[in-house]
């Protein structure tokens, strides 16, 4: 099993960024596919973006053209970049390693003037 930390989150304006780390322990971190997911209370949890260990991405079209996932191998770490943001964008953002039952803590994202 891999634990998975997100961190990242926060208040932010409308219009504004934020970046959201993941950090997945253990080995071969390269080999498996890894997504982003967003909750909000009483909700399903939407699945937001993927990045395969090609490289290939993935997004929502909610996301497209205003996120961006990507992944550094050697820091064992996915980002999310969020960019553009809207007051619909708050949630929990859960990192996940697809395919399994591993699941980040959750980071809060709050959008809001």
């Known amino acids: 099993q891999v634990q998975l930390v997100g961190s990242g989150g926060g208040l932010v304006q409308p219009g504004g960024s934020l970046r959201l780390s993941c950090a997945a322990s253990g080995s071969h971190f390269s080999i498996y596919g890894m997504d982003w997911y967003r909750q909000v209370p009483g909700e399903p949890r939407e699945w937001v973006a993927t990045?395969?260990?090609?490289?290939?991405?993935n997004y929502a079209p909610s996301a497209r053209g205003r996120f961006t996932i990507s992944r550094d191998n050697a820091k064992n770490t996915v980002y999310l970049q969020m960019n553009s943001l809207k007051p619909k964008d708050t949630a929990v953002y859960y990192c996940?390693?697809?395919?399994?039952?591993?699941w980040g803590q959750g980071t809060q994202v709050t959008v809001s003037s």
């Open positions: 996940h390693k697809t395919g399994s039952t591993d």
């Open positions: 990045i395969e260990r090609s490289g290939t991405t």
